[in-house]
């Protein structure tokens, strides 16, 4: 491995390591909510350069930072141990990790911003079924959790439940990670334009404005989920 490539994967594992601190720390006891809503920009822009396999050992490594943060207090229930915390990890970074193999399989197969526009859809069936997997559920430390503290915000919880709100946390990061993936990518590309054959640079055309759609798209959504959220169920008798 080149020095190069040493410094490349040193930064990858440690915007993995930043974002699932950063999400852990939108939760009790921290309680710095609003970091859920631009923590899984990192984790986004390292998986844009992996494979569909390397995407889901990027979350099973990020799911061991993130859970080991979220689950600390399980420690101070008598006897429990470092061999239930593991079996506890083994149940829940998997889930985590179809999650990052089904968006980097997006983005090798259809582009980047398809991997955006799917991933708060992916999110939400994976915490559904961590919810709801019979004697195996655990619907705690969603990502509509963190915003607990938050009334207005939640308004729509009463019509799309925390489901809602947490394809809302991952639409606002998938739309963040759209608008920087251009600017940090594709700027080595445009040096190396002219070195590229003609009939290839469709190719990076194509992308930026499948881009340019999805943040379009984006606003569209944001649009409706802020009447959801914040118009449609205010009832002013409970404040």
Avoid at 18 to 33: C, E, N, R, T, W
Avoid at 88 to 117: D, E, K
Avoid at 128 to 153: A, E, K, M
Avoid at 227 to 235: A, H
Wanted: hydrophobic fraction near 55%; include cysteine.
């Amino acid at each position: 491995m080149s020095h190069h490539q040493s410094i490349k994967t040193i930064g990858a594992i440690g915007a993995i390591i930043i974002s699932g601190i950063m999400l852990y720390a939108a939760f009790p006891s921290s309680d710095l909510s609003f970091l859920a809503w631009f923590a899984f920009v990192p984790l986004f822009l390292v998986l844009s350069r992996s494979k569909p396999f390397g995407g889901f050992l990027i979350l099973v490594f990020w799911g061991v930072v993130f859970y080991t943060g979220l689950f600390y207090w399980m420690f101070d229930l008598p006897k429990y141990r470092g061999l239930h915390h593991a079996v506890l990890g083994i149940y829940l970074c998997p889930l985590l990790g179809i999650f990052g193999w089904l968006f980097c399989f997006t983005a090798r197969r259809s582009g980047m911003a398809p991997a955006l526009f799917f991933a708060p859809f992916i999110w939400v069936i994976q915490e559904y079924i961590r919810s709801n997997l019979s004697f195996l559920s655990l619907p705690w430390g969603l990502l509509g959790h963190s915003q607990y503290q938050h009334p207005l915000l939640i308004q729509g919880a009463g019509i799309a439940g925390v489901y809602g709100l947490s394809f809302l946390i991952v639409l606002v990061n998938s739309g963040i990670t759209a608008i920087l993936y251009p600017l940090l990518f594709n700027r080595k590309a445009n040096h190396s334009a002219a070195r590229v054959p003609f009939s290839q640079r469709g190719k990076t055309a194509v992308t930026n404005q499948t881009i340019r759609i999805f943040i379009d798209g984006f606003n569209n959504i944001i649009v409706v989920l802020f009447e959801i959220f914040f118009i449609f169920p205010w009832e002013p008798e409970y404040y």
